[in-house]
């Protein structure tokens, strides 16, 4: 059976093409002005990869903040849904799912199944999701690949008091005239982050084994303040930007 | 940062100070003064008997007692009285500990109770105050005494630091803003992202459309509008209504806001950033009397 | 007087409401907070009065959401079992999530 999964996020749309259970082709591209251009060009490049035509898919199931987008779906799924069916997949013995988008946070709390048990999500707010280290990147000055990087580097924790990602980049001004170290900076950033994700994460419960996904898992400074805030060891999703788009084309082939 | 061509940057609000051509203060009996340090914006105020003498409105350094310092010698520039002269000093606002010559500090909630109760008259009964980066609503009686409060200093959307993002992205200069906001034909529908990081985007993605720089802050401010409505609604609006700090000079918000609100707002020819440090200036002149009948 | 301590941002209204005239200053909800929450504070809004109040910590107040979460129904609780509300005998503490 052949099924295809497209994650249309805030940022990237992915897309995944599942064949008889296995990966056969993906693609992500960046969401532009038209979300469902995008899905429409991500979609393409998947199928060139799995060397096959729109007409070899069965069923196309869509998910995402821009899930009614692309014209080519069949139906949707909620993102809580594909992430946990994503996750069971990948990680079979995962019970809490913890997404990180761009503008959204989740956790998924998934019984061995595979099923929904709970779930929190912030969102709404950029101080909860990948948006506040974009932005606190950019205010740094520091690419978003070297600023996780950054943050292994710091020798000591400062905290931040912002709650909120303009008022914290006001924040790390004050603090780069008091000339602190960048990595310090970078630290107390992805601190500041792991600090709400984690307790997002305690109001589902923690129930092992824990799991991170969606882009922010790329960002090893953000993984190293989310491990030590957790107290507790963390699977990284072993390819985070995509869980959503194989959990969805999941969901097209179950159904 | 963006710049004009004059190198001003967009942002950047009209820093002022003033004297009273009526007031003199070798004639007054106390001399008090308030200085209220936000986290944008700090203003020194000097009253003489009650009556508002002088103040002095700057932005906030990275250093509280400077800008508290700097402030206060700003407002008594040219005036002749010095920090000696000054019988009491409240200090308020975000950094109001780090006033290094005041004698008590106060809660900005109960200042800006007491200075909007001054500015715009015993009348007043809701005070919103619109600051850098807080928006308080607050509920006083005839006295301005505070009844019930609520300040929100957590989220930037509904602040003047939300609004000088917008100015900065679209190259408008601050004080501008709301004018120029008004000069649309038609009103279109509000900024949909409550949070400031993601307006912008969805105001970068509203100007790639096409939509005219107008018709952006249009949408802006009727989101900022909007959104200090809803949260006006916790405590309710009790007439007579006024707005003070920073946003109250933007047209923009405050048309919208009166409105939306369906309630008329009160003005004043006073500035409406000074009205936390006048408060405090009063409490100082209070407490001062206070402490004179005790001893 | 009622204050309100707390936010409203883009995911919700996070408020902890404390009526300082039935608050009598006995800080019970100090001590039972599991998040530290609370703190007695000098009553800045009455300079004649020398009475301490309740009152929500300014750090606290930007993150009541995440702070107040693990007390919150998702966790098991009723409003009326919270531990602070509990705790408060002249019941001068709400909150409205």
Same mark, same amino acid.
């Given at each position: 059976?052949?099924?295809?999964?497209?994650?249309?996020?805030?940022?990237?749309?992915?897309?995944?093409?599942?064949?008889?259970?296995?990966?056969?082709?993906?693609?992500?591209?960046?969401?532009?002005?038209?979300?469902?251009?995008?899905?429409?060009?991500?979609?393409?490049?998947?199928?060139?990869?799995?060397?096959?035509?729109?007409?070899?898919?069965?069923?196309?199931?869509?998910?995402?903040?821009?899930?009614?987008?692309?014209?080519?779906?069949?139906?949707?799924?909620?993102?809580?849904?594909?992430?946990?069916?994503?996750?069971?997949?990948?990680?079979?013995?995962?019970?809490?799912?913890?997404?990180?988008?761009?503008?959204?946070?989740?956790?998924?709390?998934?019984?061995?199944?595979?099923?929904?048990?709970?779930?929190?999500?912030?969102?709404?707010?950029?101080?909860?999701?990948?948006?506040?280290?974009?932005?606190?990147?950019?205010?740094?000055?520091?690419?978003?690949?070297?600023?996780?990087?950054?943050?292994?580097?710091?020798?000591?924790?400062?905290?931040?008091?912002?709650?909120?990602?303009?008022?914290?980049?006001?924040?790390?001004?004050?603090?780069?005239?008091?000339?602190?170290?960048?990595?310090?900076?970078?630290?107390?950033?992805?601190?500041?982050?792991?600090?709400?994700?984690?307790?997002?994460?305690?109001?589902?419960?923690?129930?092992?084994?824990?799991?991170?996904?969606?882009?922010?898992?790329?960002?090893?400074?953000?993984?190293?303040?989310?491990?030590?805030?957790?107290?507790?060891?963390?699977?990284?999703?072993?390819?985070?930007?995509?869980?959503?788009?194989?959990?969805?084309?999941?969901?097209?082939?179950?159904? | 940062?963006?710049?004009?061509?004059?190198?001003?940057?967009?942002?950047?609000?009209?820093?002022?100070?003033?004297?009273?051509?009526?007031?003199?203060?070798?004639?007054?009996?106390?001399?008090?003064?308030?200085?209220?340090?936000?986290?944008?914006?700090?203003?020194?105020?000097?009253?003489?008997?009650?009556?508002?003498?002088?103040?002095?409105?700057?932005?906030?350094?990275?250093?509280?007692?400077?800008?508290?310092?700097?402030?206060?010698?700003?407002?008594?520039?040219?005036?002749?009285?010095?920090?000696?002269?000054?019988?009491?000093?409240?200090?308020?606002?975000?950094?109001?500990?780090?006033?290094?010559?005041?004698?008590?500090?106060?809660?900005?909630?109960?200042?800006?109770?007491?200075?909007?109760?001054?500015?715009?008259?015993?009348?007043?009964?809701?005070?919103?105050?619109?600051?850098?980066?807080?928006?308080?609503?607050?509920?006083?009686?005839?006295?301005?005494?505070?009844?019930?409060?609520?300040?929100?200093?957590?989220?930037?959307?509904?602040?003047?630091?939300?609004?000088?993002?917008?100015?900065?992205?679209?190259?408008?200069?601050?004080?501008?803003?709301?004018?120029?906001?008004?000069?649309?034909?038609?009103?279109?529908?509000?900024?949909?992202?409550?949070?400031?990081?993601?307006?912008?985007?969805?105001?970068?993605?509203?100007?790639?459309?096409?939509?005219?720089?107008?018709?952006?802050?249009?949408?802006?401010?009727?989101?900022?509008?909007?959104?200090?409505?809803?949260?006006?609604?916790?405590?309710?609006?009790?007439?007579?209504?006024?707005?003070?700090?920073?946003?109250?000079?933007?047209?923009?918000?405050?048309?919208?806001?009166?409105?939306?609100?369906?309630?008329?707002?009160?003005?004043?020819?006073?500035?409406?950033?000074?009205?936390?440090?006048?408060?405090?200036?009063?409490?100082?002149?209070?407490?001062?009397?206070?402490?004179?009948?005790?001893? | 007087?009622?204050?309100?301590?707390?936010?409203?941002?883009?995911?919700?209204?996070?408020?902890?409401?404390?009526?300082?005239?039935?608050?009598?200053?006995?800080?019970? #909800?100090?001590?039972?907070? /599991? +998040?530290?929450? =609370? $703190?007695?504070? !000098?009553?800045?809004?009455?300079?004649?009065?020398?009475?301490?109040?309740?009152?929500?910590?300014?750090?606290?107040?930007?993150?009541?959401?995440?702070? #107040?979460?693990?007390?919150? /129904? +998702?966790?098991? =609780? $009723?409003?009326? !079992?919270?531990?602070?509300?509990?705790?408060?005998?002249?019941?001068?503490?709400?909150?409205?999530?």
């Amino acid at each position: 059976m052949i099924t295809a999964g497209v994650d249309c996020g805030a940022k990237n749309v992915k897309v995944v093409i599942l064949k008889n259970g296995e990966v056969a082709g993906k693609a992500m591209v960046q969401a532009g002005m038209d979300a469902a251009e995008s899905a429409e060009t991500a979609y393409a490049a998947a199928l060139k990869e799995a060397g096959l035509v729109p007409e070899d898919v069965q069923k196309v199931v869509a998910t995402g903040a821009g899930k009614n987008e692309p014209g080519f779906k069949d139906d949707t799924v909620t993102e809580v849904g594909a992430d946990a069916r994503g996750m069971h997949l990948l990680h079979p013995d995962v019970r809490t799912v913890i997404d990180i988008g761009c503008e959204e946070g989740r956790a998924i709390k998934i019984d061995a199944a595979g099923k929904v048990v709970d779930f929190a999500i912030n969102e709404k707010c950029a101080a909860g999701a990948g948006a506040f280290t974009e932005a606190m990147a950019r205010a740094l000055e520091v690419p978003l690949e070297e600023f996780g990087k950054l943050s292994l580097e710091s020798t000591q924790a400062i905290p931040m008091n912002a709650q909120c990602a303009v008022f914290a980049e006001s924040e790390v001004v004050t603090l780069v005239h008091r000339k602190t170290p960048k990595p310090d900076m970078a630290r107390a950033i992805h601190d500041a982050i792991a600090d709400r994700i984690t307790s997002m994460v305690r109001r589902v419960g923690i129930e092992e084994k824990i799991a991170l996904t969606g882009g922010v898992a790329k960002n090893v400074g953000f993984v190293k303040s989310l491990r030590e805030d957790l107290e507790t060891d963390l699977v990284i999703a072993s390819d985070p930007d995509f869980t959503g788009a194989i959990g969805a084309a999941c969901v097209a082939t179950d159904s | 940062m963006a710049q004009d061509e004059k190198g001003a940057e967009y942002w950047r609000w009209t820093e002022s100070r003033w004297t009273s051509p009526d007031v003199n203060w070798q004639d007054g009996e106390v001399v008090s003064a308030g200085v209220d340090v936000g986290s944008v914006s700090t203003q020194a105020v000097v009253m003489v008997d009650g009556k508002l003498y002088c103040f002095a409105s700057m932005r906030t350094g990275s250093d509280s007692p400077e800008s508290a310092n700097n402030a206060m010698k700003w407002a008594l520039d040219g005036t002749g009285l010095t920090l000696d002269g000054l019988h009491a000093t409240v200090g308020t606002g975000y950094g109001r500990v780090n006033v290094p010559f005041a004698t008590k500090a106060i809660t900005e909630i109960a200042c800006h109770a007491r200075g909007g109760n001054f500015m715009y008259g015993p009348t007043v009964r809701t005070i919103l105050d619109m600051g850098g980066q807080d928006c308080k609503a607050i509920h006083c009686d005839e006295r301005g005494k505070v009844k019930a409060f609520l300040m929100n200093d957590k989220c930037a959307a509904g602040t003047g630091r939300g609004m000088e993002v917008f100015a900065d992205l679209l190259g408008v200069h601050i004080n501008d803003v709301g004018e120029l906001s008004l000069k649309v034909e038609e009103e279109p529908p509000p900024v949909s992202s409550t949070c400031v990081v993601f307006a912008k985007s969805e105001a970068s993605g509203l100007l790639r459309e096409g939509w005219p720089k107008e018709k952006v802050l249009a949408a802006y401010c009727s989101a900022m509008a909007h959104r200090v409505v809803t949260l006006l609604e916790r405590i309710g609006v009790e007439p007579e209504f006024a707005i003070t700090g920073g946003i109250a000079k933007n047209p923009g918000v405050t048309t919208r806001l009166s409105k939306e609100l369906g309630v008329e707002l009160k003005t004043t020819d006073m500035d409406t950033q000074i009205a936390g440090a006048v408060g405090a200036a009063l409490f100082a002149r209070a407490l001062y009397i206070k402490k004179l009948r005790k001893s | 007087m009622i204050a309100n301590y707390g936010y409203k941002d883009g995911s919700g209204d996070f408020f902890i409401s404390i009526d300082t005239d039935k608050c009598d200053g006995c800080g019970d #909800c100090v001590e039972q907070c /599991p +998040a530290g929450v =609370f $703190e007695m504070v !000098e009553n800045e809004f009455d300079i004649e009065d020398d009475d301490e109040l309740a009152a929500v910590k300014p750090d606290q107040s930007r993150k009541l959401k995440y702070a #107040c979460g693990p007390c919150k /129904p +998702a966790a098991g =609780f $009723e409003k009326a !079992e919270l531990p602070c509300v509990r705790a408060c005998e002249p019941d001068a503490i709400d909150h409205s999530w």
